[in-house]
């Protein structure tokens, strides 16, 4: 990730071309950036209903990619949601995102946090994995080295619940393909500031 | 505050009223008859009944935009909402304040394929700026004054109050929330100093610089205008309009370089090709104005002021951005300008003058005169001519009468223009200019129109004539889709597919049949005469005019052309095809 946190350019404060003759004249102007981006954005909203299809009508009606999304409400006595999601783009989408998720009127809060980070991104997943004889042993093992729990088990079969980064669950989830594989259930990003700093 | 319990639907009107609302568009239906049996038992609030849901929206549309004030539309659940959509879409496009209110079935209903159900708040949301499903009595008059603070603060647009027939039935106290500070919603009016400062600055070293104005200067208010245009005056830069920016800079001004954008102003789109400093008040560099975006003033450093965040580096990327009020903005600048008395760059702005003047030359508008069929440029000189000195509200329809009327129709103030700018929406004129009328009573109101868009809602005709509404409707008839056809000429051969209107109306007839007046004018000696007639008559008029049926609009900048590729007339359009790439532009 970290080769992804580029610094963006700010809208309201940041001035990306000097002023009085400093700057070639024209050289930012109407060139199409072409590089894509990740980035991970909370959105903090009201818990009301409509709210999230308010978020995503707004990334399918103005062609903008999801690549994860998640909500829950965090705080039951202010009904505030946050939704997560993970977003690609070129920088000047990515601006576009943020600015067309903040005037929607039930939001409360956008943060980038692949701009304003260091931040923690998790995902959580349930794996299914049906075998029996050495692959059992083998996914057994194996899960016992990514600390994966074993929630639920029968005689031909393990469920194992797995929380970590993106790249973390999709390697696991890779060696068990080989392994009896059946089932894969994943929440998506949830993310959070490092450091004491709220959003 | 709280009173004894009074229905929803009482609560809504008190709400109204709290609000200032003096007029409302609507048409009845089983989900809304408490509300209109709540509107009946008073008389503050005036009903207009329109014909078609549609055009409740475009009135209010009109309304709003000629008096800045939040329009409002009621209208049924089910079709009455869905056909409502295409006016919230169309003040979604062009920042119109409108509250529109829509009954729904009763809550517990709701989700079953209930008769006249339809999932309103689900299809409006990507047309309206916000909407509501009031599910509960509790938070109806908070939801009602909320909808009016969110439609006209910050970029405005259309709010919708979803209502279900049982939470109208229901008791509950009145709370007036006017004037309540919302809770996320609360947008930035102030500029920020220091942003403005840089502006001031790079704005005083400018050698080649152009003020582009926009509808947002117009939604910022008369008094907004007023500063902008003492401010423009003092910096002595030429200033050009967008379509929806008409007005806000007057247009008898010698700064002005008129319209800017696809059918603009020759002088305008050069000036906007070759200046080095833009200053974008209110506009949102839309592709009927940038044309091709690589090639959109690519020696500039742009300046943009915009109340919308979401406006700026959306498709052109911007050295020095500024979100604001047009009002509060511009009052900065002022100050700062005159605080720092700023030495503008005389000689570099006499030649950018002289070079301007070059291109003013070059008198873009000039057509084929004739004295034996009308062409609609004249229709329209003949029409100016007759009602400048009057105070005049002109509305349109979309196509070819819509550029020439914006070409040759001139604005010294804001609000007198009303036009379907972003959505293009045809039958718009015609409802839009009864709700300037109603809001204008003594004024002089023109629907510039034509014969195909009028159609569109031609049922509003029974409208004008139950209120007495003296609308002028002043139909351009070419018997074509006009732009259609014109596209089809330039682009695909000459094929002229479907653009041609058979079995057109005889539209004197038609207006007599509605009860109103109907005049024609077919002749080139007869033009002066009849608009003479139409503005002499105390109801509603309209007016067949028989104009050119091959004339073409110009100038004009063919899709995918840069700026400086303008075409003038039809001679240039034989000498440069367009494109490939710029065929499959809309």
Known sequence: MSDLKRRNLGIVSGVPAAIGGAGQIGESTSVKDITIERHTMSVLVDNESGVLARVIGLFSGRGYNIESLTVAEVDAAQHLSRITVVTTGTPMIIEQIKNQLQRLVPVHSVTDLTVEGPSLEREMALVKVASTGDKRVEALRIADIFRARVVDATIESFVFEMTGSTEKLNAFIGLMQPLGLSDVSRTGIVAMKRGSGTE | ?586
């Open chain 2, 1 to 586: 505050m709280a009173t004894e319990p009074i229905t929803g639907a009482e609560i809504i009107v008190k709400a109204l009223i709290d609000q200032g609302v003096e007029v409302i568009f609507g048409y009845p239906g089983g989900a809304v008859l408490p509300l209109y049996d709540a509107l009946f038992k008073q008389n503050k609030v005036r009903h207009i009944l329109v014909r078609h849901e549609q055009a409740a929206v475009h009135a209010a549309e009109g309304y709003a935009r000629s008096t800045g004030k939040v329009g409002v539309v009621l209208v049924t659940s089910g079709p009455g909402a869905t056909n409502a959509v295409t006016g919230l879409t169309d003040a979604l496009m062009d920042s119109i304040p409108i509250v529109c209110l829509t009954g729904q079935v009763p809550t517990h209903l709701i989700g079953n394929d209930a008769f006249q159900e339809a999932d309103t708040t689900g299809i409006t949301r990507p047309c309206t700026k916000h909407n509501y499903l009031v599910k509960s009595v509790e938070d109806l008059s908070r939801k009602v004054h909320e909808a009016f603070y969110v439609a006209r603060s910050g970029r405005p647009g259309p709010v919708l109050l979803d209502l279900p027939k049982d939470v109208q039935q229901a008791k509950y106290e009145y709370v007036n929330h006017a004037g309540q500070r919302h809770r996320t919603y609360n947008p930035v009016q102030k500029p920020d100093r220091a942003q403005v400062e840089k502006v001031v600055e790079l704005m005083a070293g400018a050698k080649r610089p152009i003020f582009y104005v926009g509808g947002g200067a117009v939604n910022s208010g008369p008094l907004a205008c007023k500063m902008l245009t003492d401010f423009i005056r003092l910096t002595g830069f030429p200033c050009t309009q967008t379509l929806m920016g008409l007005g806000a800079f007057p247009a008898s001004d010698p700064l002005s370089l008129g319209m800017v954008g696809m059918h603009g102003m020759y002088e305008a789109n050069h000036a906007m090709h070759d200046c080095d400093v833009m200053i974008n008040i209110g506009a949102r560099f839309d592709d009927r104005v940038t044309g091709r975006l690589n090639a959109f003033s690519p020696g500039s450093k742009k300046i943009h002021v915009d109340i919308d965040p979401s406006s700026i580096n959306k498709s052109v990327r911007v050295d020095l951005p500024v979100v604001g009020d047009v009002g509060h903005v511009v009052e900065e600048m002022m100050r700062i300008w005159k605080a720092r008395q700023v030495k503008t760059d005389q000689k570099a702005l006499a030649a950018w003058w002289d070079q301007i003047n070059k291109w003013r030359a070059r008198d873009c508008l000039k057509y084929k005169a004739s004295d034996t069929i009308i062409k609609p440029q004249f229709a329209l000189e003949r029409l100016y001519a007759a009602v400048k000195d009057k105070d005049f509200y002109i509305t349109t329809e979309v196509g070819q009468h819509q550029m020439w009327a914006a070409q040759f129709l001139k604005f010294d103030k804001p609000n007198r223009w009303m036009t379907s700018g972003g959505l293009g929406t045809m039958g718009y004129g015609l409802p839009a200019a009864y709700g300037v009328q109603v809001a204008h009573p003594e004024s002089l109101v023109i629907d510039v129109a034509g014969e195909a868009s009028i159609m569109m809602n031609i049922q509003e005709m029974a409208t004008l004539v139950q209120y007495r509404l003296p609308v002028k409707i002043f139909i351009m008839n070419n018997k074509w889709m006009g732009m259609v056809r014109q596209w089809q000429e330039l682009l695909h051969g000459g094929r002229y597919s479907e653009s041609y209107s058979d079995a057109l109306p005889d539209f004197v007839k038609l207006a007599e049949a509605f009860g109103a007046n109907g005049l024609r004018a077919s002749k080139v000696s007869e033009l002066d005469d009849v608009i003479k007639e139409m503005i002499a008559i105390k109801g509603p008029v309209m007016v067949d005019v028989a104009v050119d049926e091959k004339e073409n609009c110009f100038p004009m900048i063919p899709s995918g052309a840069p700026h400086n590729e303008m075409l003038l007339g039809p001679e240039d359009q034989a000498a440069k095809p367009v494109s490939e790439e710029g065929m499959v532009l809309v």
